[in-house]
């Protein structure tokens, strides 16, 4: 049986003609907005009425749990979450889901991932940390996630860390850049800090910038792999210091030249430092910066929505650099609970955000989604030998700590490499190899025919109808009911009947194969 045609999604995504009428499309869209307009709301829906763009429909609850359980937590809603959230009457059930999202284990795993990509945590080549270093460098970055550390504190540490990689995590920022002079160094500064390719720089402010980071020390110890990163000791004699804006600040003798340079980029009367890191963040919710690419701020590359990232990057530090803060405030706002649907066909509507960018799930997520539904393990490679590449059982792809430890999938769906802190490192365009491993895997097949998760929803509803088996099924894997024509596709005849027992197994393994395959499982939306 040919199960793609009721998945209606993918045509409606692809510019649909429906799509810009006025009705909402079912059961993706809704006719009102469930939370109060905010800042960003005002600033964001300005520029599209000023461009002449009407914005998408706000979205239905059950696109609003999925999107914003894979953006927050890295996953996709349980069965019994997605059941009772939409059985929820209360006003407030967006607002509280966010809430339980942001203060999950889930999150602190997936959030982790993101900074581990930005940050360059992995064992070899060419960032050659190595995996006790690695293990530290991951474990004090989820610390810093899970107490939600003030952005500017953690920043500091991190440029003025000094002490051994193995003992002193925060070291390990200057240990991650491949290479240890000033140039690279100066480079890495700039990109994760300041959102700036320092390529594009004029060459004076270039030297300066790395004139900043040239008396610093890579000195080994006895122990394998070890490095203890310094001010060098040689370097005693006092002199003065060009900042990036200009700024001339004399360094006494014997003094950190980076310390000075952390007090300027943190200080909050400079705004490079929060307009890069809401943009940071605002890209992971939106998987587009508000300037694009979002670690590529420099003036010829203004922000498509004129105002919003000053206003965010103001908020930023009015909250004293609470990035969680800044999430939840992105998450409430009516921009982010837009359709996918855009309602007009005008090129801007994306750098606009007039709709939810529709993009594919990172790799890790997707396999993570797979490994939960099938209960099967990932097996996992490094260059670097057992025990590195053991994991745990319970452990999720996007907690794994080392950007060295990967597998095939992971390859294949491009999960970043982690090798020089660009967001574009990350790849999430689907590919023909890809959709040919999705509908042709062997392995995978077999898997999801007899996936744990799946099979269970048979067994639990032994004496209900078959529209109860596929309506779980449509729950756990796209986070809604299906359709009329859904059930009509999925069961034929049975659809109007209500007999009793599930669809048989070749009919419901056909139904998820479809699904598994379809645009609106495979994306965000």
């Known amino acids: 049986m040919n199960f793609v045609r009721c998945l209606g999604l993918a045509a409606v995504l692809a510019g649909a003609a429906s799509s810009l009428s006025g009705d909402p499309v079912a059961p993706f869209e809704t006719g009102r907005f469930s939370t109060p307009a905010t800042g960003i709301d005002r600033i964001a829906f300005g520029a599209m009425r000023e461009a002449g763009i009407e914005p998408a429909l706000p979205c239905s609850d059950e696109v609003f749990l999925r999107r914003v359980t894979l953006d927050v937590a890295g996953r996709l809603p349980t069965l019994e979450e997605t059941r009772g959230f939409l059985r929820d009457p209360a006003n407030d059930r967006r607002t509280r889901l966010i809430d339980r999202l942001l203060a999950s284990d889930d999150h602190l795993d997936y959030w982790t991932m993101r900074w581990c990509d930005v940050l360059r945590v992995k064992s070899e080549f060419p960032i050659n940390l190595w995996p006790d270093a690695v293990q530290a460098y991951h474990r004090w970055i989820r610390e810093q996630v899970a107490a939600n550390r003030p952005y500017d504190q ?65 000195k080994t110890t006895s122990e394998w792999k070890e490095e203890i990163v310094c ?34 980029l943190t200080a909050p009367d400079n705004p490079r430092f929060a307009r890069a890191g809401a943009n940071r963040i605002w890209a992971w919710v939106f998987g587009r910066g508000i300037v694009h690419e ?40 009516r921009v982010y609970q837009l359709s996918a649907i855009p309602r007009s066909d005008d090129p801007r509507v994306p750098a606009l955000f007039a709709a939810y960018p529709v993009r594919r799930l990172e790799a890790e997520v997707l396999l993570d989604v797979f490994c ?35 597998s095939p999938f992971l390859e294949m769906f491009g999960r970043s490499s982690r090798d020089s802190g660009l967001m574009s490192e990350r790849d999430n365009h689907i590919t023909d190899a890809q959709r040919l491993y999705l509908l042709n895997s062997t392995e995978l097949q077999k898997h999801l025919a007899s996936a744990k998760k799946l099979r269970a929803l048979t067994k639990t509803r032994r004496n209900r109808d078959a529209r109860d088996v596929v309506e779980a099924v449509y729950l756990t894997l796209l986070s809604r009911p299906p359709t009329h024509d859904e059930l009509v596709a999925a069961l034929g005849d049975r659809a109007a009947a209500r007999e009793p027992g599930p669809p048989p197994a070749r009919q419901l393994e056909d139904l998820v194969w479809a699904l598994v395959n379809s645009k609106e499982f495979l994306h965000r939306h």
């Open 154 to 218: 953690m920043a500091t540490e991190m440029l003025t860390a000094s002490g051994s990689n193995f003992r002193d995590p925060a070291v390990n920022f200057y240990r991650a850049v491949p290479g240890k002079g000033p140039e690279p160094v100066a480079a890495a500064v700039a990109l994760t800090f300041m959102g700036s390719r320092i390529e594009h720089w004029p060459e004076p402010r270039r030297r300066e910038m790395e004139a900043l980071f040239a008396r610093l020390a890579f």
């Open 231 to 264: 001010p060098d000791p040689a370097c005693f004699d006092a002199f003065d210091l060009r900042l990036p804006d200009l700024t001339v600040i004399h360094v006494p003798p014997g003094a950190d030249a980076r310390v000075a340079f952390a007090d300027w």
């Open 294 to 333: 979002a670690d590529d701020l420099r003036p010829d590359n203004p922000p498509s929505v004129p105002g919003l990232l000053d206003h965010l990057a103001e908020t930023f530090v009015a909250d004293g650099y609470d990035s969680r803060r800044l999430l939840r405030r992105i998450l409430r706002s």
């Open 372 to 406: 939960t539904l099938t209960g099967q393990r990932e097996g996992y490679m490094s260059p670097i030998p057992e025990p590195f590449t053991h994991v745990p059982p319970s452990a999720r792809s996007v907690s794994l700590a080392d950007g060295s430890i990967t």
